[in-house]
């Protein structure tokens, strides 16, 4: 048995996640064997350790629908993008543009309030009206 292991504390938070993949010669499309997830934690004493490897999509889907320190980290980190206005902007417009593109008016209506007035003003294309007045 592998002392280290056995000695390691459970993982408390999770630090960082990475994706990897190669490409095939012509690389005209990805190896999907070939693909690996890995999500990295630390511990109580904060030591970083391996916290989950996946080596398909599929099973990397089912696991973060799952794990409660993935909807954690997922959380922690949308709210850090959020906090800022001018990134919170960025992530409504690009949500806002995948509502209409999939025809999904109503939703896009109710993420544009909450945007910025400015970034309002800029999608309705009312700012520059109000710099011609």
């Known amino acids: 048995m592998d002392t280290d292991a056995a000695q390691r504390q459970p993982i408390v938070r999770l630090t960082r996640w990475e994706t990897s993949f190669s490409m095939p010669a012509r690389c005209k499309r990805q190896d999907a064997e070939a693909r690996r997830f890995t999500y990295y934690g630390v511990d109580a ?6 916290y989950a490897e996946h080596d398909s999509e599929e099973v990397d889907k089912q696991w973060r629908a ?7 980290a997922h959380s922690r980190t949308m709210q850090v993008l959020l906090a800022d206005p001018a990134t919170r902007d960025t992530v409504l417009r690009i949500n806002i543009k995948a509502a209409l593109d999939a025809g999904d008016t109503e939703t896009a209506v109710s993420l544009a309030r909450h945007l910025s007035p400015r970034a309002l003003r800029e999608i309705l294309g009312t700012e520059s009206d109000r710099r011609k007045e």
């Open 45 to 50: 004493n904060g030591v970083e350790h391996v």
């Open 66 to 72: 799952t794990d409660p320190l993935w909807r954690e």
